[in-house]
T-cell receptor
Framework: TQLLEQSPQFLSIQEGENLTVYCNSS?????LQWYRQEPGEGPVLLVT?????EVKKLKRLTFQFGDARKDSSLHITAAQPGDTGLYLC???????????FGQGTRLTINP | GAGVSQSPRYKVAKRGQDVALRCDPI?????LFWYQQALGQGPEFLTY????????KSGLPSDRFFAERPEGSVSTLKIQRTQQEDSAVYLC?????????????FGPGTRLTVL
């Protein structure tokens, strides 16, 4: 059974600072997704990465997929209070259609 | 709104009661998924429908959990004889379906508290 470990579990920083959170898998990812979930809402997809070494940018967010496709990082530049939320990584289980999620990193950006 | 909707948003049940949670997927979406999210954890897969057919129920934790989608649209997750460990947020997601993976869109969830 695939296990996804996210670190840190909790992170609280000041507005304007930079941060990086990590996702590591016990096995090679099929396709890795990053989601953000706000309180009282469902997860919202941020990005999907497929190729080892791939880097994708979404405004102030930079997503990196490890060369061996077993790890990923999410870097946020100049964090804003609106970035607050639970960041989840997930693997797409091909053929089974379902997602396997990590436990998430709970990020708080203080004004 | 054209998103996934779930009802009720909050449900409090006494231990031993039966509950029914409803999911209205995005119109035209063939696939529907249920996930369970315990406090402080990521979502865990429960079951998956393609139209009215339940193709995967491997994540249902016990035979007290039952899901249906009789007309291939609205789905209901039923939990019989609720236990305290059933307390969680139950998320529904839908997607266009098909042989290859399509993005899943999540509803806001139903928060179930079993006393």
């Amino acid at each position: 059974t695939q296990l996804l470990e996210q670190s840190p579990q909790f992170l609280s920083i000041q507005e304007g600072e930079n941060l990086t959170v990590y996702c590591n898998s016990s096995s090679v990812f099929s396709s890795l997704q990053w989601y953000r979930q706000e309180p009282g809402e469902g997860p919202v997809l941020l990005v999907t990465v497929v190729t080892g070494g791939e880097v994708k940018k979404l405004k102030r967010l930079t997503f990196q997929f490890g060369d061996a496709r077993k790890d990923s990082s999410l870097h946020i530049t100049a964090a804003q209070p609106g970035d607050t939320g639970l960041y989840l990584c997930a693997d797409i289980i091909q053929g089974a259609q379902k997602l396997v999620f990590g436990q998430g990193t709970r990020l708080t950006i203080n004004p | 709104g054209a998103g996934v909707s779930q009802s009720p948003r909050y449900k409090v049940a006494k231990r031993g009661q039966d509950v029914a949670l409803r999911c209205d997927p995005i119109s035209g979406h063939v696939s529907l998924f249920w996930y369970q999210q315990a406090l402080g954890q990521g979502p865990e897969f429960l079951t998956y429908f393609q139209n009215e057919a339940q193709l995967d129920k491997s994540g249902l934790p016990s035979d007290r959990f039952f899901a249906e989608r009789p007309e291939g649209s609205v789905s209901t997750l039923k939990i019989q004889r609720t236990q305290q460990e059933d307390s969680a947020v139950y998320l529904c997601a839908s997607s266009l379906g098909g042989e290859s993976y399509n993005e899943q869109f999540f509803g806001p969830g139903t928060r179930l508290t079993v006393l």
